[in-house]
Each structure stands twice: as structure tokens, then as C-alpha cells.
């Protein structure tokens, strides 16, 4: 079993990568903590990295998971650079548990959150021709039951920026917003997010649906990629449609949860 976490569908699409060379199947982590796992004899965990730690859904998600202790664990990054503590802290979760993770690995592909600093993500799809050969031989390993750490030790830029003081500081910069003047009501963003963070309300001045993000969002920027109108923005700059990104391989409705 795979298990995934996606924002634009990059781990995703590593994951059905990885499914079908090794002949795997798909979950997300969300119904992995309500599944029975116990029977499984392979485990995968293909999440992202944000501010080089895993993100917080995944490490509320690791938790809850109920896994057999005997199982070839594996855990694979798709990142745009640096891993950081990705692989080290969701480690520790598991290692609570008893259970070891036998291989780690990383692939890079574009880096979503490049829209908030005024980069295009598209610019970088390089990634996939330049690291296919990596995603090959990550399966090949999987499948020949290899035991290896790659980018899996723990990291001073992964602890510091998981300071509670550093990330009062860091978060804000890729804090998604509505941009109620752009917001038709179509509730793609309410349906993509993973997190179900955001919910469509009726304006009381015309009673027109208009989107309001919640307070449980883990910055996946699902919501700014997938947005058809650009009405999702981070620090109230506009979002440029040619910067809106989405793994290439992966489709919208492949993303929805509802």
C-alpha cells in the first residue's frame, strides 16, 4: 500500500509512478487512518516538504496510523530542493510505534510554493526528464526490498524553522487569502482542499457564493493552483495564471476529496 499526501498532485503522481512499477496500490493518508493496514506486508509514505519539515497534516495523520510492526516500510519525498527534516520527524512517529522505516529516497519536481515568492513553478519542469531515472530505480530498490537512508537524518534548517518563533514569522508568507472581487462562488477550492479548510458562504449584501478559508490550512496551495479565477492569493498579491501550476500527469478530479 502507498500512501499519499498531494497539494498540485506532484506526490501524487510519484506514487501512481511507484504503483505501477512495484504493482502497489493508492491511499491517501486521510483514509489510511480509518483503514485496516494490519495485513499489509509493504508501506509506502510519498508526502512533500514544506519549510523543510513534512507537512503538519501528514505528521497529525502518522499518528493516528495503526501499521504492522513487521512491515518494509519506505518513505519518499518529492521536493523541489532540499528534504530537510521531511523524512526524520515522521521517522520518529513511527519509531514510537515500533515500527522501523527501512528506506527513504527524495525525487525533485517543481516547487509550488515558488508562486508566493513571484516565480513561475512551470519554469522547472525540467525536474521530471532530469529525475525520471530516479523514480526507476527508487521502485527498483523497493521491489528488490533494499534497506538504505537517503536524505532521511535529521537537519538544523528543518529544526529551526519549526521553531514556534521562526514559524510565526514564516508561515504568514505563504498564507493562502480569497480575493473576494475575483471569487465566483464555484467551489473548486473548497473541493480540492485536502484539509477541507475551506467552505462556500452566501455574502449577506447579494447573497452570491464567495469562498472563506478556515483556520486549519496547511499550506498546500491547492487552492491558488487550482483556482480557475486566480481568486486565491498569498500576501494579497495577485496570482498570475501562467504561474498556476499542477503536476501535468494528474488531473483535477484526481485531487478532490468531495
Not at 62 to 89: E, F, H, M, R, S
Not at 164 to 192: F, I, S, Y
Amino acid at each position: 500500500m502507498i500512501l499519499w499526501f498531494s497539494g498540485t498532485g506532484n506526490c501524487l503522481s510519484v506514487a501512481q509512478q511507484l504503483a505501477d512499477k512495484t504493482g502497489d496500490r493508492l491511499m491517501s493518508f486521510y483514509d489510511a487512518v480509518n483503514a485496516d493496514l494490519t495485513q499489509e506486508n509493504v508501506i509506502g509514505m510519498v508526502y512533500p516538504t514544506y519549510y523543510f519539515n513534512p507537512p503538519k497534516a501528514v505528521l497529525t495523520l502518522a499518528k493516528q496510523l495503526t501499521l504492522p510492526k513487521d512491515a518494509y516500510v519506505y518513505i519518499v519525498i518529492p521536493c523541489g530542493a532540499q528534504t530537510g527534516n521531511a523524512v526524520w520527524a515522521v521517522r520518529q512517529i513511527l519509531k514510537k510505534k515500533g515500527i522501523n522505516v527501512a528506506y527513504c529516497h527524495k525525487v525533485r519536481v517543481p516547487d509550488c510554493s515558488a508562486i508566493g515568492f513571484g516565480r513561475n513553478p512551470n519554469s522547472q519542469v525540467w525536474k521530471f526528464e532530469r529525475f525520471r531515472g530516479r523514480v526507476e530505480k527508487i521502485a527498483a530498490d523497493i521491489n528488490a526490498r533494499r534497506r538504505a537512508s537517503h536524505y532521511g537524518n535529521w537537519g538544523l534548517a528543518g529544526w529551526l524553522c519549526a521553531l514556534p518563533a521562526v514559524e510565526k514569522r514564516t508561515l504568514p508568507a505563504l498564507q493562502p487569502a480569497v480575493n473576494d472581487g475575483k471569487c465566483t462562488g464555484c467551489g473548486t477550492c473548497a473541493r480540492v482542499c485536502p484539509q477541507e479548510n475551506i467552505s462556500m458562504l452566501h455574502a449577506a449584501k447579494d447573497g452570491q457564493q464567495t469562498a472563506v478559508i478556515g483556520d486549519s490550512c496547511v499550506q498546500c496551495l491547492a487552492c491558488v493552483h487550482f483556482c480557475p479565477h486566480q481568486a486565491v492569493e498569498i500576501a494579497r498579491k495577485a496570482t498570475l495564471r501562467q504561474h498556476q501550476y499542477h503536476n501535468p500527469a494528474v488531473r483535477l478530479k484526481d485531487m478532490l476529496r468531495r
